[in-house]
């Protein structure tokens, strides 16, 4: 008998609750029964993003939301600074260079987390930027950069409108859009929301507003005006993804049920087991400040490839490490729709694997230092 487990960040697994919710017959995207789940939504995300201003619900991944915050809130001619230090945080230097813009690539080592005093740096020498782009939460390497430090940052030296990228970070990580005044804020729906892949999420400060008509970007399924003006309404511009947004309805109700709080002390305590899960095992954590998301681990000596087949062999699947980090780390997710048995399951197949390719360790050590994190926590 095999169980499959999905231990990766994104996509996560789905709750059955949410899967049988999602199953009901379809319902028209235009009636009432529709609109009355929408605006439950609305008001769920709100609540979740917490924020006062609207966050749309878009029928595409991360990387379309993000797409649609760059295009309609900059001009072609803007300047954009991406901090980088991952694969997400590049990618959003990469979409405003698609589209001629003016791209400040700020680089920083794989691993390592954004500093405000590189960043003052980066934007002293470019004081007319118009956007600032930030993964808060970099999934390719498992960092939280230092996200608030970093926003005082920008407030301070320029007058640019601050996107991060929370598609692993809301719910995960403390996040409050409104307290931090961050302008726009992106999520998906596979990572943290733990639903299925295909929606994307954009909250848009009253500040981003004001400079949406003077964007110049070609846009028409993107563009945020449309959805503002049907989703204050209850509907979407386009059709609706019906059977997401129902199961994104279950969804919200059990992070309310379990409270923001608890929900972030939960990823805390479970991405606190792990790290000290893969050490007592002799492995090391990659990144310079962890995030509660993912926990990307280094195997010196070892093919992360091989670990990761072994444990897929036994129904437990991992995610590869990104890019250049593919031959010395592999990813173990926890967001989302995950508790401590997951994380033991986890350690089970890694103890399992590592005994397979003759890593030297004590049996169990892994698993008990993980206990050991849960037993504290009550
Ligand atoms: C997964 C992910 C994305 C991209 O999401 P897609 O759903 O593949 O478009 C962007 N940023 C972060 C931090 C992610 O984890």
């Not at 307290?179 to 500040?207: H, N």
């Amino acid at each position: 008998m095999l169980k499959h487990h999905l231990i990766t960040p994104g996509p996560t697994p789905v709750d059955p609750d949410v899967l049988l919710a999602m199953a009901r017959p379809m319902i028209h995207h235009r009636g009432a029964a529709f609109k009355e789940i929408f605006q439950g939504v609305r008001d769920g995300l709100r609540w979740l993003f917490q924020t006062q201003s609207d966050v749309l619900t878009l029928s595409c991944t991360g990387t379309g939301a993000f797409e649609a915050a760059i295009i309609n809130f900059t001009r072609r001619e803007d300047t954009l600074v991406a901090i980088g230090g991952g694969k997400f945080g590049e990618r959003w230097g990469e979409i405003a260079q698609a589209y001629g813009m003016n791209v400040i690539a700020m680089n920083v080592e794989w691993g390592q987390h954004a500093t405000p005093e590189a960043l003052a740096k980066v934007l002293e020498a470019n004081p007319d930027v118009s956007m600032v782009t930030l993964c808060a939460s970099e999934t390719s390497t498992g960092v939280y950069h230092p996200v608030k430090e970093l926003l005082e940052v920008v407030r301070e030296k320029t007058n640019a409108l601050i996107a991060v990228d929370a598609i692993t970070a809301l719910g995960v990580h403390e996040l409050p859009m409104d307290e931090w005044g961050i302008d726009i804020v992106v999520a998906g729906s596979q990572k943290a929301f733990s639903l299925p892949p295909g929606l994307g999420f954009v909250a848009v400060s009253e500040r981003a507003w004001e400079r949406a008509d003077e964007a110049d970007h070609p846009r028409y399924y993107l563009d945020l005006r449309k959805e503002k003006k049907a989703q204050s309404k209850n509907q979407t511009a386009f059709t609706a993804a019906v059977s997401l947004v129902i199961g994104l309805e279950v969804v919200l109700g059990k992070m309310r049920a379990e409270g923001l709080e608890n929900m972030i002390a939960r990823h805390a305590m479970l991405a606190k087991a792990t790290r000290e899960g893969v050490v007592a095992l002799g492995l090391e954590t990659f990144a310079s400040r962890p995030a509660n998301s993912v926990t990307t681990v280094q195997v010196p000596g070892l093919d992360p490839s091989v670990l990761v087949s072994k444990m897929k062999a036994d129904g437990v699947f991992m995610a590869g490490g990104q890019d250049h980090l593919k031959d010395s780390t592999f990813r173990i997710g926890h967001l989302g729709f995950y508790d401590e048995s997951d994380i033991l399951t986890a350690l089970c197949a890694l103890e399992r694997a590592l005994q397979s390719v003759g890593h030297d360790f004590i049996p169990g050590s892994g698993v008990s230092a993980a206990q050991k994190v849960f037993l504290e926590n009550p």
